[in-house]
């Protein structure tokens, strides 16, 4: 689905995705994030590749993701807003990626 917008708080509740792609198949799990009027301000991407990565719009591009083989591909994916602080990514109830939002070398990332 594309340009489907609802509200979340995602402060309170993580966003949670559930998957059957495989490592390589270079699908990509991907969201907006908006204020009330669908002003979007940052994209989360995170993409399938030989070598999943992920990123954030303005705040941290292609980093990394280690991740372990799941039985038949299967992954649930939660996505953790800290408030103002940052965002951790956790895959299967592995915490896959933390950024800090302060520690990102955009200055972009802050005021986003």
Same mark, same amino acid.
């Given at each position: 689905m594309k340009d489907v917008w609802f509200p979340f708080v995602w402060d309170d509740v993580p966003l949670e995705v559930k998957t059957i792609s495989a490592i390589g198949s270079n699908d990509k799990i991907y969201f907006d994030v908006a204020h009330v009027h669908n002003t979007g301000f940052a994209r +989360? *991407? +995170?993409? %399938?590749?030989? #070598? &999943? #990565? @992920?990123f *954030?719009?303005?705040?941290? @591009? #292609?980093? *990394? %993701?280690s991740l372990d083989p799941a039985p038949n591909d299967l992954r649930i994916w939660s996505f953790i807003r800290k408030g103002l602080e940052g965002l951790s990514i956790k895959c299967n109830d592995v915490l896959v990626a933390e950024l800090l939002f302060a520690e990102s070398k #955009? &200055?972009?990332? %802050?005021?986003s």
């Open positions: +989360v *991407v +995170v993409r %399938l590749s030989n #070598n &999943p #990565n @992920y *954030v719009e303005k705040c941290q @591009y #292609n980093t *990394v %993701l #955009n &200055p972009d990332c %802050l005021s």
